[in-house]
Nanobody, 122 residues
């Protein structure tokens, strides 16, 4: 069983930055694919960024050039550095992990964190 715990959310003004962290209960990074998703009120949960077990990263078009996903294997922690934040980035952000990439890609991973709220004001 993997437990994922997010932190780092908060309220910022447009143009600001935040770094989200996701601490895992066990060392998943050598085998699992991991990622960040977000869900705004009344909307579906969308994929934001993924990082593969070999370090390859993918991003949603809406965050390319502004967000960076990374991981620290020694600390069992996944990060999402968010810069130049916009009001439309306001959402609950979730960390996710799965050993099978297609499940993560379609937003059906085995493991979810509880979420951390990001609010961007104009």
């Amino acid at each position: 069983q993997v437990q994922l715990v997010e932190s780092g959310g908060g309220s910022v003004q447009a143009g600001g930055s935040l770094r989200l962290s996701c601490a895992a209960s066990k060392s998943t990074y050598n085998d699992d694919y991991m990622g960040w998703f977000r869900q705004a009120p009344g909307k579906e949960r969308d994929r934001v960024a993924l990082i593969y077990s070999d370090g390859t990263t993918t991003y949603a078009d809406s965050v390319k050039g502004r967000f960076t996903i990374s991981k620290d294997n020694a600390k069992n922690t996944l990060y999402l550095q968010m810069t130049n934040l916009k009001p439309e980035d306001t959402a609950m952000y979730y960390c996710a992990a799965d050993p099978v990439l297609p499940r993560l890609w379609i937003g059906r991973p085995n493991y979810w964190g509880q979420g951390t709220q990001v609010t961007v004001s104009s």
